[in-house]
């Protein structure tokens, strides 16, 4: 995720993404005293480097402890998810909190990703609220670059439990858009949702799509970045098998749905259907659906 997100942001928006980050920090609190960091139930919280955060002022100690999270979790987690309270207030939503949130979300470890966005929603004083919902929905209506960031808030906000169903009519309405930009964003959005009815519009994105660049991060967004649990990108997989056989898809198309089937599975069986059949055949379980795609899903 990082390489596409950031990439993205650096080659479009580098000047007027970051006039926007530095005027939409949030305010801190205006008491001198910073909350103390609240320890960890971890006996291991003793660690030195802990230690040392302890003694930081809370903007430090976010991005202390979420670097920290990217390479010893089980160190770091506990002290995040402990301290995001007291955080609340003190913390700025800045570039280089910023890049550490992309860099978690690019982790293996789907509580490290949780603690990033955690983390992101707190400096940018966004509770698990409705009220934070509309907040977003004015910042995406608006006409800045803000909107976009605000357009994948939205689908963390929504992975949190904050009206999914809000966010994901949202995100379907952006993902019809002429504006390649909040296409984009729309399936950024999707893929931060993180929810089961997710799967199927990004799967409909990854083979109608005009654009190349959406339909990647389609099938980016289903195979590895975003929030979707393992067992939910497996869903995919029974839809991906039957897309094999659309003759509609370009050549390109059908590579990413190998490309996005080695991704999730972990198999490398080539551009071969009946390898991947018999692959599926022999690790799906009886629980797992096999439903095509609705093709109308982006032009309804």
Do not use: C
């Not at 926007?20 to 006996?43: C, G, I, K, Y």
């Not at 301290?83 to 789907?110: C, I, K, M």
């Not at 949780?114 to 009220?131: F, G, R, T, Y």
């Amino acid at each position: 995720m990082l390489s596409g997100v950031a990439g993205f942001l650096v080659g479009r928006y580098k000047g007027d993404l970051a006039n926007w980050l530095h005027s939409t920090r949030v305010e801190a609190a205006s008491s001198n005293q910073a909350p103390a960091l609240v320890p960890a139930s971890n006996p291991r919280s003793n660690d030195n480097d802990v230690e040392e955060i302890s003694r930081l002022a809370p903007q430090q100690q976010a991005e202390r402890l979420l670097e920290l999270a990217i390479r010893r979790p089980d160190l770091s987690l506990d002290l995040i998810h402990r301290n995001l309270t007291a955080w609340r207030g003190h913390l700025e939503d800045t570039e280089h909190l910023f890049q550490l949130v992309l860099a978690a979300l690019d982790s293996n470890d789907p509580r490290v990703r949780v603690a990033a966005v955690e983390i992101d929603l707190a400096a940018n004083n966004l509770i698990k609220s409705p009220q934070s919902v509309a907040k977003l929905l004015r910042q995406i209506q608006g006409d800045g670059d803000g909107r976009f960031l605000a357009i994948w808030r939205l689908g963390a906000l929504g992975n949190r439990g904050v009206e999914p169903a809000t966010v994901l009519a949202t995100l379907l309405r952006y993902a019809h858009a002429r504006d390649q930009q909040m296409r984009f964003w729309a399936v950024e959005g999707l893929a931060m949702l993180g929810t089961n009815e997710a799967i199927d519009p990004l799967l409909t994105i990854l083979t109608h799509d005009p654009a190349r660049q959406i339909r990647e991060r389609a099938a980016r967004g289903l195979s590895q970045s975003g929030l979707l649990t393992g067992e939910q990108r497996l869903i995919a997989v029974p839809q991906l098998l039957n897309l094999l056989d659309d003759d509609s898809l370009d050549a390109g198309t059908i590579n990413l749905v190998y490309t996005t089937l080695e991704a999730i599975t972990g198999a490398s069986l080539g551009k071969n259907p009946a390898a991947w059949r018999e692959w599926w055949a022999h690790h799906d379980t009886p629980e797992k659906p096999h439903r095509r795609i609705p093709k109308n899903l982006l032009t309804a």
